[in-house]
Structures are given as structure tokens and as C-alpha cells.
Nanobody, 121 residues
Framework: QVQVVESGGGLVQPGGSLRLSCETS????????MAWYRQAPGMQRELAAI???????NYSESVRGRFTISRDSAKKMAYLQMSSLKVEDTAVYYC???????????????WGQGTQVTVSS
């Protein structure tokens, strides 16, 4: 099985920065992309950023230019560097690992439990 664990959330003032980390563990799974989703109170979950195993990245319009996604394939880690944070960035942030299970050769994805980010003065 694959486990995904996020860390680094917390309370930050508007304009501040925060770095989220995502650690994956387990075997028998080839990761092809990692992504960060977020869900604000009363809102639908949205994709914030994604990075493929070739290093290609994409961002939602709401975070482009302020957030940077990166990964360390050797450590099976992904990161989300968030800068110029706004109150509207307040949400639970989820890390997702997407890839292929060796046992079934089927695509699959695994979600972490989420980490709370609160932007408030």
C-alpha cells in the first residue's frame, strides 16, 4: 500500500510564506505525478498545483505566480512553497500521489489526510 502524509500547515499572516511537505511511502507503485489540492470552508475541492515525473508543472490561476510546486523523486517527497499568502488561501491542503500499481498495471491515486493552512491577521 501507499501512504501519503502532509506536513507544514499552520497559521500565517497575510503576505507571509509557508512551505508544505508531502511524504510518500510504500512499494509497488510508480509515481507519475504529484499534486496539491485544497478545500476552503463551504467550497469544492480544487487543484492548486501539479508536477509530473518529468518536472512539468501547472497551477490554478488563483495561485500562479505565488505558489511553487517541486518534488524530490529520490526521497519520494513533494513540496508546495506558498508566498504572498492571502486570506482566501485559507483551506485544508491535500497531497495526492498518482501513478501505476505494479500488481495490476492500473492507474491509481492516493490522498493524504490534509493539513490546515490558515491565513489571518
Amino acid at each position: 500500500q501507499v501512504q501519503v502524509v502532509e506536513s507544514g500547515g499552520g497559521l500565517v499572516q497575510p503576505g507571509g510564506s509557508l512551505r508544505l511537505s508531502c511524504e510518500t511511502s510504500g512499494s509497488g507503485f510508480s509515481i507519475t505525478a504529484m499534486a496539491w489540492y485544497r478545500q476552503a470552508p463551504g467550497m469544492q475541492r480544487e487543484l492548486a498545483a501539479i508536477i509530473t515525473n518529468t518536472g512539468s508543472t501547472n497551477y490554478s490561476e488563483s495561485v500562479r505566480g505565488r505558489f511553487t510546486i517541486s518534488r524530490d523523486s529520490a526521497k519520494k517527497m513533494a513540496y508546495l512553497q506558498m508566498s504572498s499568502l492571502k486570506v482566501e488561501d485559507t483551506a485544508v491542503y491535500y497531497c495526492v500521489a498518482r501513478g501505476v500499481l505494479f500488481s495490476t498495471l492500473r492507474s491509481s491515486e492516493y490522498w493524504g489526510q490534509g493539513t490546515q493552512v490558515t491565513v489571518s491577521s
